[in-house]
Structures are given as structure tokens and as C-alpha cells.
């Protein structure tokens, strides 16, 4: 890098606005969704899809609710026009979904490209040349009226080819791009925009798409956002036309770009899934789709099943999705720092005990369950996390809610093993830890056989009575005992005993259902006599014996100390 930057970039100029309106408008519908993946996506990849693979494409976009898809750019070889002819002649389109095939402004691609549609019923001829003060300058060697009129002179013909189209029922629509417009001289852009709706004879019930792009993402959002309002108040035929975007990503501002075009008066969005596209990409259709479903406004594109659609665009496209993709990467519902998720698993709980249907949940912006997400991987164990996060694991993942008085207990379990083997512990692995400690802790004090006798007297009260024979290592030997409940009755009936040096703190037993299986578990929390704390799990379909093997599991876990 160097020194100074001034000296070899050139920074964007801003337009000089008096007024803007957009700051202070809202997204309260989601734009007209056309994806850009089968073109923009597919010409930037390394190894461009074959035939199978768009075709699998463009079903789960079909599937994911996109009505536009810009399918390819027929003229340019014998694989995208085949292609395209498949899609038609193989029936793959659905008669709501509109295939869109971009052309160069040039006369034989053009022809070639009318070829490729025959026969579709809804179609979008995309056409565009390079309008740009750069691209003029280097590219081209023009002057604006040369410019203009290569697009116009598309228009025409255009417009003259699609008579016949039109008089055998196609629903033919068109679409002008000013390629590299954020670089074009606004007033220049509306200019051409304007001549383009002419020479195709837009109406208001004939609208033309005037897709403006960010071809190399050259601004902040908002400067981008200033260009379409002043844009849009220079276009006479306004209402002939629907404004599209199709921003690209350079800044990796291409999301604050859809949204604030959107603002400012957007009404179409290209884009493409997980922003694949030339360079750092397109526009990213999850996140922007997703960043308005939070905001309460239902984008009218369906990502459900996030899993299923990454997992296809990974096989078709050979590119990955990274791990902190907003609403799809591996990590983005994962939560590491202990603090979060101690905040995770309050709001969850106030959730729950609210009985709220809103969504407030610290640190996780989305239910996860919305784009098929589960919870099971939002927190994984490192030594960085507090004492709640086994806990709360053990909840969400296998639904065991531990007294909070447990929690630092099997939480110093679970991080004395992290510290051992210096990685992050699984759900799994958590649970593991938790069964060995104390589901397993059933030595050396045993059940052998056991019975209870219960009756309630004339006051309600219960009686209960234990009888039961035990071992102990080698020794096996019997007790009896009564109280007003099970555990009373099993504590008067060890009273005596070797093992009888505890004295019982608290108890809480809730129903558990793991597979069709429903259990009882019962978390026991004793103290032996020198104050010392020690919790037992117990697990039964019984529930008068959960609690039982609870306390032999904190009996037998402080007698091996
Ligand atoms: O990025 C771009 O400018 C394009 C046009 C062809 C719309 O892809
Ligand atoms: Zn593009």
C-alpha cells in the first residue's frame, strides 16, 4: 500500500442534493425479487454449471418463490442457448415464473437471442451497454449521443422482432440496463433511460425495467441511495418505468446498497443466493430477504430450509458459503462467550414464562427454527464459557433442566474437560459428561429390589413406607422405613446406616422424553457433614424411584470423593 492514496485513487464525488427524501422512508414490502444467479452467478464461477445442475437450480429457485430469473445469456454460446431451449421445450417453467435473458445492445445477438425464446410464454429481454464517463473513455471511445444511440438502435430493433412474438400470445416484456451506471453522469443516465422508453414505447400499463447497476460497487449506500432519487426525479416518463438494482458487492456494501436504493425509490432487486457473482459478488438475496422478514415484512421468498438450499448451491456451484454468512453460515446461531449465553438462555426463559409470541432473545437476531435451524448447535462448550452454557445445553439440546444450584457444579465438570483436551465440546460429548457423573454413578451403594406402601388417612396426609435391600460391594443388606413421601420414607429407612451422613438440601424431578421414550428424572441435592454439597441424578419410568437413584447417585459420588 501506499502513502497516499490520493495520489493514485480517485475518490467518488457525491451529487450535491438540496433535499432527499429517502432517509426518512421505510421498507414496508419486499421488491420484485429477480435472480441474477443462472447469469451473473454462473459466469463467475469457475467451472459454470452444466445443463443437470442449472436445472436444479432453477427448480429450488422456482421453489424458493422467485417469480424472475435471468436464465443465461443465450447468444453468447451453444451451451447457454441450449439451455435455455431445455428450460422451455422441457417444460421447466412454471406459467407465474418469467424467464429473463440478458443480450449485449448488438444487432446479431439480439437476432440469436429471439431465437432462444421461442416458444416461452413469459419472457424478459434484458438488453444494456456501458454508459459510464470511464467506460467511455477507455472502453469505448464515444461521446454520449454515440452511446445512446447504440442503445436506442437495440430498442428499435427490439421492439420491431417482438411483434411477431407478441401476436402468438408471448408475454414479452423489456428490461435496459446502463451497464456501470453508478459511474454514468446522472443527468446523462436519465437521459438515455428516457430515450430507451421511448424508442420501446413504454406506457404505464406497458412498463419498461430500467435496471440500474452498481457494476463495480464505487460509493456509501447512501451517496448510491442520493443517484437514484435524483435519477428518478430527472426520468419525465417515470411512471413508464419499474427501477430495478443490481448491485454488486466491491465495498461489501451491496446489502445497505439494495436496501437504501430501496428507500429511495427501488422497486426491484437482482440478486443472487449467498451473493455469488463476478468478483466479490452480487447482492446477497438471503440476507436482504431475511434482514426484512425481521423487520416484520415478509419478503414473499421462502428460506425455511436454509440447510437444503446451501447444500445444493455448495454441489452446483463447487463455491462455499462461509461460516459467518448472516442467516446461513455454520456459525451464525453459535454462540461461544460464556455471557451470551447466560443472556441466550434468560431470554429463552422469558420467553417461555411470558408466554410471548415476539422474538426477544439476546445475541440470536432470528429464530433459528425459521430458516430451519435447530438449536442444537447455538451454543457449543469452550473454556471460555461461563458455568450456564453446559446447563443450558443440557436443556435445549437434550431438555434435562438442572436446579441452578447444579449449575456450577457440572459446569466445572464440563470445564475441567475442556481444559483437557484444549478444544470445544459437542452437545454430545456435554451429555456424555453428564450421564458418566451422575446417571452412571451407581456404585458402590446398589438397589437391589425395592417396594414402597402407600396410604393416605382420613386428613390427606400420605403415608409411605420403603422396604428395600441394598449392597454395598460385597454386602448386601435390607432396610424399611416410613415417612411422607418416598424420599422421606428412603431416608428414615438408610437412617443408621454407614451411608447415612447427609442431610437432604433440595429436590426437583421433571418428566423427560427422549425418542418415544418418556422418563422421570429427578435431580437430588444433599450435604454430608462438613457442609460439603453433592448433586445425584436419578432416571426412572417410576417416578417414586427416580428420586431414589438420585440420592444413591449423590451418595455414591461423595464416597469416591
Ligand atoms: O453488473 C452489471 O452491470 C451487469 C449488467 C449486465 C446488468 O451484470
Ligand atoms: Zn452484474
Redesign the pocket.
Known sequence: MIKDPMSKYIPFVPLKMERRTWPDKEITQPPIWCS?DL??GNQALVDPMNLQEKLEYFHTLVDIGVKEIEIGFPSASETEYEICRELIEGGHIPDDVTIQV?VQARPHLIKKTFEAIQGAKNVIL?F?NSTSTLQRKVVFHMDMDGITKIATDAADLIYEMSKPMLEQGMNLRYEY?P???MGTEMDYAAEICQAVLEHLHATPESKVIL?L????ENCMPNYFADEIEYFISKLPSRDCAIISL?P?NDRGEGVATAEMGMLAGAERI?ATLFGN??RTG?VDMVTLAMNMYIQGVDPKLDFSNINKIKEMYERCTKMKVGERQPYAGELVFTAFSGSHQDAINKGTQYMEESHSDKWEIPYLPIDPADVGREYEPIIRINSQSGKGGAAFVMQHNFGFDLPKAMHPEFGHIVQVETDRVGTELKPERIFQLFQENYIDAVKPYELVRHSFAEFTDEEGHSHVTFAGTLRHTDTVFQVQGSGNGPIDAFFNAIHGQKMDRFTFVDYKEHAIKQGSDSQAVAYIHLQDQDGRDWFGVGMSHNINLAPLKGILSAINRAAKG
Open positions: 441474477v447469469r451473473d440478458l434484458h444494456y440496463s451497464e456501470s451506471f435496471n447497476p452498481t457494476t463495480v443490481h454488486h437482482e457473482g463476478e452480487n
